[in-house]
């Protein structure tokens, strides 16, 4: 596994966690008595946790590499390789296609859903949820394209 | 998705250049040693100045490096 597909990887791990955090909390919140100005907390903890999650998280993983390539080949400075290439770069470019389709199916859903008289509210939610989504299904797409070629 | 359609003879080239590895050649032509496993295994197909750098690390003119069945070709 090259340096950038372990990335993807961690960037996967960490915003589905963070999409099964938002559903869990969004489902109590709808059994709770419904969408209101409750939501506002969780919209704000959601894309807090997305910048500040990824931001430690690639730190740890950056360490978390340095040190088992120190572990794995006995030398006290690694050369990792953390270089992006064209392959890289064309991987990239796909799943940041495969996440903006995702996420304007999702905001244009969103916004049918407001458009046929739902609260606002429902619809900011799925704009959250689309986001979340298209991000997680992105970094899927990048994986597969790593391991199976295109 | 998958295979890709175009086949080269990297890795016999590799073996007859002093026996390099993956990891000289991808420094050589200035990219991972991962994209050079993956085009040798047919799931990338490089671009045509990637293609060119590796012909030039062997010497050798580009079809005897890479080569193109078009039967593999479904257009």
């Known amino acids: ?150 | 998705m998958g295979k890709s359609r175009i086949s080269n003879n990297i890795r016999k080239l590799r073996f007859y250049h002093d026996e390099m590895t993956q990891e000289q050649l991808a420094a050589k032509v200035g990219v991972t040693r991962q994209t050079i496993i993956a085009i040798e295994s047919a799931k990338y197909s490089p671009s045509l100045e990637l293609a060119f750098r590796i012909a030039l690390v062997f010497d050798s003119p580009l079809e005897e490096v890479f080569s193109y069945d078009p039967k593999d070709d479904p257009i």
């Open chain 1, 1 to 150: 596994m090259s340096y950038k597909e372990k990335n993807v990887a961690v960037s996967l791990v960490t915003f589905t966690l963070i999409l099964g955090f938002y559903l869990v909390q969004v489902t109590r919140i709808v059994r709770g008595g419904g969408l209101s100005d409750n939501v506002f907390g969780l919209w704000a903890t959601v894309v807090v946790l997305g910048i500040i999650a990824t931001i430690i998280l690639t730190i740890i993983a950056h360490i978390g590499f340095a040190i088992f390539e120190v572990i794995r080949t006995g030398d006290d400075d690694p050369k990792i390789d953390d270089s992006e290439d064209e392959r890289d770069k064309l991987i990239d470019l796909r799943g940041t296609q495969v996440a903006y389709i995702v996420s304007s199916i999702g905001t244009l859903l969103a916004m049918l859903t407001f458009a046929l008289g739902r609260s606002p509210y429902v619809m900011f939610s799925l704009l959250i949820l689309s986001g979340l989504v298209a991000q997680v299904l992105g970094d899927i797409f990048r994986l597969v394209l790593y391991r199976r070629g295109f």
